[in-house]
């Protein structure tokens, strides 16, 4: 998946990169085999997956807005984090009412938004972005003044479904990989992956502490690697393959969700990643098939569990 130029500061207004069409994946294991997985082989423009019943797609199709700091390269910096864009980025998408994922990587931040909402995210955001598009490798501008006619000012939405939170006790690391030592630690990340998972839990009450579950997420952008895992599963790798930042800071997990989300409702991030930047706790944020996962500070999730139940209530 190819990432576009991200945001960063141009003078007095920022940049906002847009591209590469994706399609949200499960994949449903079935003895342990995946048959037909070798015939989808990447096509510069995808059209349509093929069925499988080992597969369930998305409906649509998504588009990937990159979010970088000041304007460097996904290669030159860590994240900024949900938290830093909720204002400029997340809340503004919220309320006209456009469904985001969202995936935080070690190098980076992104968005995703359907392509048909694009002419949507264009207009909300061209006040404070310049946007570019990704054409044949290059950054393109998106001209902006024929994407505001015949929208209006969006109208009160109801309240958005507050939907109850879960948090793990496993502390879990975001770290990469230098590409070409990749090879040495590939038969773990296959047995990580595809071999070591527990079957799907029922969903906790809202707030309720779980003694742990299996996350692990893996992510190959533009030739860069960004790896998710507990603290635990951190322990089976060589430790001087994986990268962290100096602090070598531990993260402890959010799953928003009781129930499977879908990709239709609006405001998912935005009542997560709002509530946070108010108090200044920085965040991943990881959207799955399923649940969305936000990774906050170990010393701040008491701080947060508080926040989220407390805006619960509010809301009831």
């Known amino acids: 998946t190819g990432a576009g130029d991200g945001v960063g500061d141009v003078g ?7 591209c590469t069409p994706l399609y949200p994946i499960l994949l449903v294991q079935e003895e342990r085999r995946f048959p037909g997985l070798e015939d989808l082989s990447p096509k510069p423009r995808p059209t349509k997956l093929p069925p499988s019943e080992f597969m369930q797609v998305a409906d649509s199709t998504w588009l990937v807005l990159s979010v970088v700091s000041n304007g460097c390269a996904p290669s030159g910096c860590q994240a900024t984090g949900v938290t830093k864009i909720a204002r400029s980025v997340i809340a503004p998408l919220a309320e006209h009412h456009v469904s985001v994922l969202m995936l935080s990587t070690y190098q980076t931040d992104f ?3 359907r392509e048909r909402d694009l002419p949507v995210v264009i207009h ?7 946007i570019y598009k990704e054409e044949n490798g290059e950054s393109v501008p ?5 994407a505001s006619n015949g929208f209006l000012k969006p109208k009160p939405a109801a309240s958005p479904t507050l939907h109850p939170v879960q948090s793990p006790q496993n502390r879990f690391c975001v770290l990469t990989v230098a590409p070409d030592t990749l090879p040495a630690i590939a038969t773990m990340l296959i047995d990580v992956l595809f071999y070591s998972h527990s079957p799907p839990r029922e969903p906790a009450a809202s707030g309720q502490d779980l003694d742990s579950f299996t996350f692990f997420a893996f992510s190959l952008i533009e030739g860069y690697i960004s790896i998710v895992m507990d603290a635990e599963t951190q322990k089976r790798f060589p430790s001087d393959l994986l990268l962290t930042s100096s602090s070598g800071e531990l993260w402890r997990m959010v799953r928003i969700g009781g129930q499977p989300l879908g990709f239709d409702e609006c405001g998912i991030v935005a009542q997560i990643a709002e509530p946070l930047a108010a108090v ?9 098939f399923n649940f969305d996962h936000a990774l906050v500070p170990e010393e701040g999730i008491t701080e947060v569990i508080q926040l989220l139940q407390k805006r619960q209530e509010g809301g009831r």
């Not at 007095?12 to 847009?18: E, I, P, S, T």
């Open 111 to 113: 968005i995703l938004v």
């Open 12 to 18: 007095n207004r920022r940049v906002l990169g847009c």
């Open 280 to 288: 200044d706790i920085s965040a991943y944020y990881i959207s799955t």
């Open 124 to 130: 909300t955001l061209a006040g404070e972005f310049d």
């Open 142 to 146: 998106v001209p902006c003044d024929d």
